[in-house]
């Protein structure tokens, strides 16, 4: 018989054989930047996701980093729709990377049009679609006004075709080739951003977004997305939502060596956190629990709302 119990008879055997640890530096916390002056607000309630103005955002990148932090990602939420203010260097993602330079510490930022347009689609919708070249200009050039504002990690979350060969191609053209590119490669149109769409005011006004986010069942067209963005030049890749999606990050983590961000996302915070408040599981304990399975499956990042929880210390890694 094989006693493989004898590696569980002790806490110390336990804590010697942990194959999968979670350091604090692989947790990236997203901020959504609003107008205004003091605001530090969590939309929706209990939902981790915090609203801050420019001026808090120093604030909270420092808790962070005590946390263990190495980078965190931010969302603009403009005070009024308007495709103008996507790519305005004065705009409110510009100004909050802006107050972070000489922190030490990583900017990521979204690059998508969802929180600008009218509509609230990921790009300009005409004629019935949203169409796909025109808007992968736009992005183009919100990422070299990111870039050129500080932002170390431009992320594109659009999934509109061609973009990362177009604004790997714009930044280098305006002068930031070392400017990284995180590209969303397989992201689902999936049901868990409902909390997202409230912190962000973007959800869609008409339609929903299953003509360019991508159909959950589909794993082979993953491997797709994920291999055309490898070719047009993304240094990082991001996997959505993470916890349905456990077997693409195992796949990619196989297939390629760049590094592998997973986003659990606003509506798997919720899960934990809703389910823990009614008592039928332990919030901590789970949570810790999707972390390591992310990081298990082959994440080396995670871009999550748990951040805030584990550096004040009631989530344990
Ligand atoms: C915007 C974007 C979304 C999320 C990240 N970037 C929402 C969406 O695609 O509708 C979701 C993140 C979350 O739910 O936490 N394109």
Known sequence: MQRLRRLRRTESLLRLFTETDVPARALVPAYFVVDGAGIRREVPEDGGMWQLSVDQVAIEAARARE????????FGVPPEKGLHHAADPNGLVARAAASLKGSGITVMADVCLCSYTPDGHCGIWRDGMVQNDESVAHLAKMAVMLADAGVDVVSPSDMMDGRVATIRKALDDAGHPYTLLMSYAAKMASAFYGPFRVAAESAPQHGDRRGYQMNPAN???????????????????MIKPALT????IAETRRRYDLPIVAYQVSGEYAMLKEAGKSGRIDFPRAARETLVSIKRAGADLI???????????????
């Open 245 to 248: 999606n456990l077997d693409l």
């Open 303 to 317: 871009v999550t709302y748990l951040g805030p929880e584990v550096w004040d210390g009631k989530v344990r890694l």
């Open 219 to 237: 794993r082979r067209e993953a491997m797709r997305e994920i291999d055309a963005d490898v070719h047009e030049g993304a240094d990082l890749l």
């Open 67 to 74: 946390g263990g932090a190495e980078a965190l990602m931010l």
